[in-house]
């Protein structure tokens, strides 16, 4: 199992570009989240995942997007990037089942907008 | 609101020495706590705890869960160098919600 995979790395975007975060996983884990952590912020949740089809918001919602068409992909796109979503990415997935499963994470996507 | 609160958010200690890192919680429909160490990377698991009064221990670290004072501590005994990392605790809820502290930085000096 590859586990969970990110792509890309890093990213450096202009202000006002978009693009989209990769995240998959080959665990068949129905539950995946978006965090993203500043200096001196943990992690913070922007948007999670019960199921293909389903998506919710976190903490820090505004300004990405997710969709979930199957169980194993759950991408995060940013629609018009700004400052403000200079961050490292983390993609994690659990298999869902009340709050009893550990969680697994990325490697994480270093984020620089200009 | 869910929050997690972490304390201290920094350490430093010489090798050797034994610490305690406090992880406070509110929130609703809890589950389950988790710790996790991070160093330059992705956070990697360390314990998961669900119930009050049972220790968990992996060699030097041990957690232990309070859920009536809805607290957890983790301790690390003979610290060593290879311990400095950020360790985060994160809640999980009923809906499979995780809600992160703000991580408690230690440093270990020869």
């Known amino acids: 199992n590859a586990g969970v995979t990110q792509t890309p790395k890093f990213q450096v975007l202009k202000t006002g570009q978009s693009m989209t975060l990769q995240c998959a996983q080959d665990?068949?884990?129905?539950?995946m989240s978006w965090y993203r952590q500043d200096p001196g912020m943990g992690l913070r949740l922007i948007h999670y995942s019960v199921g293909a089809g389903i998506t919710d918001q976190g903490e820090v919602p505004n300004g990405y997007n997710v969709s979930r068409s199957t169980t194993e992909d759950f991408p995060l796109r940013l629609l018009s990037a700004a400052p403000s979503q200079t961050s490292v990415y983390f993609c994690a997935s659990t298999l869902a089942g009340g709050g009893y499963n550990e969680q697994f994470f990325g490697p994480g996507t270093r984020l620089t907008v200009l | 609101e869910d929050k997690v609160v972490q304390s201290p958010l920094s350490l430093v200690v010489h090798e050797g020495d034994t610490v305690t890192l406090n992880c406070s919680y509110e929130?609703?429909?809890?589950?389950?706590l988790l710790w996790y160490k991070q160093e330059k990377k992705a956070p990697t698991f360390l314990f998961m705890l669900?119930?009050?009064?049972i220790e968990k221990k992996s060699g030097r670290l041990s957690s232990i869960l309070d859920k009536k004072e809805l607290f957890s501590i983790l301790n690390i005994t003979a610290t060593q160098t290879g311990d400095s990392a950020v360790y985060l605790c994160a809640v999980k809820t009923s809906y499979d919600k995780v809600i992160f502290g703000p991580g408690t930085s230690l440093s270990v000096i020869p």
């Open positions: 929130v609703t429909n809890f589950r389950s």
């Open positions: 665990m068949n884990h129905e539950y």
């Open positions: 669900t119930s009050s009064g």
